[in-house]
Each structure stands twice: as C-alpha cells, then as structure tokens.
Nanobody, 126 residues
C-alpha cells in the first residue's frame, strides 16, 4: 500500500493542525495506521496508532490529551488532529501502515511498520 501524508505547516504555539494520511487504494482500510515523527538530530519516535476498525488507539505519553488519531470504518484516509501545539512538537511527521497489532514501533512494541508515507513538516513557533 502507498501512503500520502499531508497537512503540515507552520503554526504558533497553542495552535492546531490536522494531518491526513491517504492510501493509494482501498486496501489501506484493512491496515492499522500509525503516526511517527522525527525532529532534527533526534531519533524517530512513535506518536499514535489506530486499529483498522478505529476501535482502539494508542498514544505516546507526550501527546496524550492533545492529539487525536482517527479514521472512519472502511475509510481510505486517516487523520491526526493536533491541538495545543508547542515548539517541542516541531518535526517531520510520517504516517505508516501495518497488519500487526500492537502497532510496530509503538510503546512496548518491537519492530517498525512495513509501509511508510513521505513526511510532512510541522513547525511550531514560540
């Protein structure tokens, strides 16, 4: 499956952005979806994941209560709503897909997702 991430941009601290992840075909609806991010000079880190059905979500502690991952049942597009952004959220954000759960790369999970989209830059100014 090919993934296309979009929605990044420049926002002031305290602002919001919504990222989208679109699959290239209808098969994306059958995969679990996740978001990761990588800041300059730092390792890539897990942000959030959601099961293919939308029935279960996982979040990194650093974004709990501020970010919301979502997708419609059978939908070919998923989202990451990011609120109360702060400069520490500045990074390139990547969406990913896999059939395994817990989502590979999530907290306490091993490995990395099989499919990746290109990154979208999120910059939060102070």
């Amino acid at each position: 499956v090919q993934l296309q991430a979009s929605g990044g941009g420049l926002v002031q601290a305290g602002g919001s952005l919504r990222l989208s992840c679109a699959g290239s075909d209808g098969t994306f609806a059958n995969y679990h979806m996740g978001w990761f991010r990588q800041a300059p000079g730092k390792e890539r880190e897990f942000v959030a994941a959601i099961r293919w059905s939308g029935s279960l979500t996982l979040y990194a502690d650093s974004v709990k209560g501020r970010f919301t991952i979502s997708r419609g049942y059978g939908s070919n597009t998923g989202y990451l709503q990011m609120n109360s952004l702060n400069p520490e959220d500045t990074a390139v954000y990547y969406c990913a897909a896999d059939v395994q759960w817990p989502f590979p790369g999530a907290a306490r999970a091993m490995g990395a997702p099989r499919y990746w989209g290109q990154g979208t830059q999120v910059t939060v100014s102070s």
